[in-house]
């Protein structure tokens, strides 16, 4: 089912439909394309190659460029599926970009997303990043054709007026209606969250750990509304939001899920930062300390530390002699890397923002660094102090190639080049992809 074209104000080209033929992907899931009158078109649902009919869903008579789904394959690529999952497409369920390419194809997007904002935002060649130009599914993703993996191990359900659960329609509040996200964790599936009535709730937030039982759902009342009975089909934790602060409070069970990683348990309080997909912990270390390579006696600082996931691998390789400073802002992960990491007496988690924390700690010297930023990276400032702190080698872990690619320019400035770059597939189905950057220092001279 397709959503009607709706009324629109005069100057707006929503619901006017092109053919257009399918340029590039560009980053944000969308492919490029171009209209007669020369706009630019974001068109989602296409793949490059393709030639379709484009319909616009943002933007006017004189925007540079507009907003269009692809409602009707004129000529399809050969990368393109039938998509698995049947609340994807033009309108609908807005938490896949790529349910309608193969699952080689996706990555293959993604491999040239992430090249072209190196290239852009860096004036990096794949060479010159030390990358091979793949993008690594995640251990266990490969899958028979048509199958799909179910990796989310955390899916955040808005709730419609008569109290159903689904996902958001892609950049909108309005809600879709599922039975079940073909994506989301056995874990998550096992607690039949979309069969039941959550009447009065903004929004209900399901979390299975991995390597334990433990889950849990946190709930977010509309003003004023009372929390339901809650009776799901598997045991869970159960948390709110208060509506007073947007604090997460807890109602039954325990306040946090245990994950495991890299051969150690993590505890996780409701709201803090953990991994999506089961594997990507555990891929990740490898990665950052297959690329870091820890001495005995190293002194090592873990930016954007959350729950202590790299400062633990770090502490567990470096020994009695090395140390390792955590700097997080959120003040739950801060509790939480401290618990996790009580074990090893030189980890000392500092909480605050890294930028103002980092300066005021005094440190002049690291022998080496691990920054794991938030999707708008880590900027200039904190780039330009970590250069200056003689790190024989930094790993950063990226979720958005362009922040990556902005701030490599900036370690560039700062004479530190990549030495190796991987990606991953850490979200199948989604424009999403995660990257390991290590970055050593251009030799004096060279
Ligand atoms: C991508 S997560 C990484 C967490 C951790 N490295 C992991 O893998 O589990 C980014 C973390 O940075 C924290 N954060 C966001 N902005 C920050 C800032 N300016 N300074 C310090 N921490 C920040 C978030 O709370 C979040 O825990």
Redesign the pocket.
């Known amino acids: 089912m397709q959503a009607e074209p709706k009324k629109t104000p005069a100057g707006s080209l929503v619901g006017q439909e092109y053919e257009v033929e399918v340029g590039p992907v560009a980053h944000g899931g969308h492919c490029v394309a171009r209209n007669d009158a020369g706009q630019v078109l974001f068109v989602r649902h296409a793949l490059p190659g393709e030639r379709v009919l484009a319909r616009v869903t943002d933007g006017e008579e004189d925007s540079r460029f507009l907003r269009a789904d692809a409602v009707e394959i004129r000529e399809a690529s050969k990368d393109r599926v039938d998509a698995p999952c049947p609340y994807a497409g033009p309108g609908r369920c807005g938490g896949c970009d790529w349910q309608h390419a193969k699952p080689g194809a996706q990555r293959r997007l993604k491999g040239e997303v992430i090249a072209e904002q190196l290239q852009r935002l860096a004036g990096l060649t794949p060479e010159e990043a030390g990358w091979d130009g793949t993008v690594m599914p995640a251990e266990g993703d490969k899958l028979p054709p048509g199958e799909v993996p179910a990796w989310r191990t955390r899916v955040q359900y808005a709730v419609d007026e008569d109290g159903n659960a689904g996902l958001r329609r892609h950049r909108s509040h309005e809600v879709e209606p599922i039975e079940h996200c073909m994506i989301a964790a056995p874990g998550v599936s096992e607690l039949g969250i979309e069969k039941h009535d959550w009447s009065g709730m903004e929004s209900v937030e399901a979390i299975a750990a991995t390597g334990s039982q433990d889950r849990m759902v946190i709930l977010e009342p509309k003003p004023g509304a009372r929390l339901p009975l809650v009776e799901l089909d598997k045991p869970a934790s159960v948390m709110r939001v208060e509506e007073h602060d947007g604090g997460i409070h807890r109602v039954h069970g325990r306040a946090f899920v245990r994950e495991r990683a890299d051969g150690r348990t993590h505890r996780v309080g409701s709201g803090?930062?953990?991994?999506v997909h089961p594997q990507a912990?555990d891929t990740?270390v490898k990665a950052v300390m297959q690329g870091l390579l820890p001495r005995k006696g190293d002194m090592a600082l873990?930016?954007?530390?959350?729950?202590g996931?790299?400062a633990g691998a770090l502490a567990d390789r470096i020994g009695d002699k090395g140390a390792v400073l955590g700097?997080?802002?959120?003040k739950r992960?801060v509790e939480d890397a401290r618990h996790n990491l009580a074990a090893f007496d030189r980890v000392r988690i500092e909480q605050?923002?890294?930028?103002a924390i980092l300066p005021r700690t005094g440190i002049t010297e690291v022998n080496l660094v691990v920054l794991?930023?938030?999707r708008a990276g880590a900027g200039k400032k904190t780039v330009q102090h970590l250069t200056s702190l003689g790190a024989r080698k930094i790993a950063y872990?990226a979720?958005d190639p362009a922040a990556l690619a902005r701030d490599l320019a900036y370690f560039k400035e700062g004479g530190y080049r990549v030495r190796t770059l991987r990606a991953f597939d850490l979200f199948p189905m989604t424009h999403h992809v995660e990257c390991v950057a290590i970055l050593e220092p251009v030799a004096k001279g060279a």
Not at 272 to 275: H, N, T, V
């Open positions: 803090g930062f953990w991994q912990a990740l873990d930016l954007y530390c959350g729950v996931l790299f700097i997080e802002s959120g992960a605050g923002k890294v930028e794991d930023p938030p872990v979720c």
